[in-house]
């Protein structure tokens, strides 16, 4: 069971990534939920939350469903990846961004207007945009990681 929801979910995050289907299925931009950390390669750590520790990938391409991304964090649990937060600045990168999340995984449940989530197996994908700060996190949170509150936003 936790094999083929790795691979769903991996094959449904490649296509909100890139917009459509990808020829790596391999994973998160050719990371597996669960991969090890050193066999990523290089990371820059940036920081440590909730017992998740968080990269950023140099030269990671920042786009996604249209959208500027600031940036993208792996978030690895025991050296292993557990999820992936990615943050964006502005109304219109939020609202491309939930196209593309409401096209690949259709209506989301809301918390409220700027705080929704997609239950995706034993994981899930929240998002959250704050119209104050023009701020937006969109968080995948993979099986590995479901106890953890930090990808998902704090909510």
Do not use: C
């Not at 920081?47 to 600031?70: F, H, I, P, T």
């Not at 990846?81 to 989301?108: C, D, F, H, Q």
């Not at 929704?116 to 119209?131: A, D, E």
Request: proline share 3%.
């Amino acid at each position: 069971m936790g094999k083929k929801f790795s691979l769903l979910f991996v094959s449904l995050l490649i296509l909100v990534i890139t917009g459509g289907p990808s020829d790596a299925l391999d994973g998160f931009r050719g990371f597996l939920w669960g991969q090890s950390l050193s066999s990523t390669g290089y990371m820059k750590y940036v920081g440590e939350l909730d017992g998740l520790r968080y990269y950023v990938k140099m030269n990671d391409r920042l786009s996604m469903g249209g959208a500027a991304l600031d940036e993208i964090k792996y978030a690895f649990e025991s050296g292993r990846l557990a999820g992936v937060v990615i943050s964006s600045m502005g109304s219109r990168n939020a609202w491309l961004i939930l196209e593309s999340l409401k096209e690949t995984y259709g209506t989301p449940s809301k918390r409220d207007a700027n705080n929704l989530y997609w239950p995706i197996g034993k994981g899930g994908l929240f998002y959250r945009f704050s119209p104050h700060s023009q701020r937006l996190f969109v968080s995948f949170l993979s099986e590995l990681a479901t106890e953890r509150s930090s990808l998902g936003g704090h909510w």
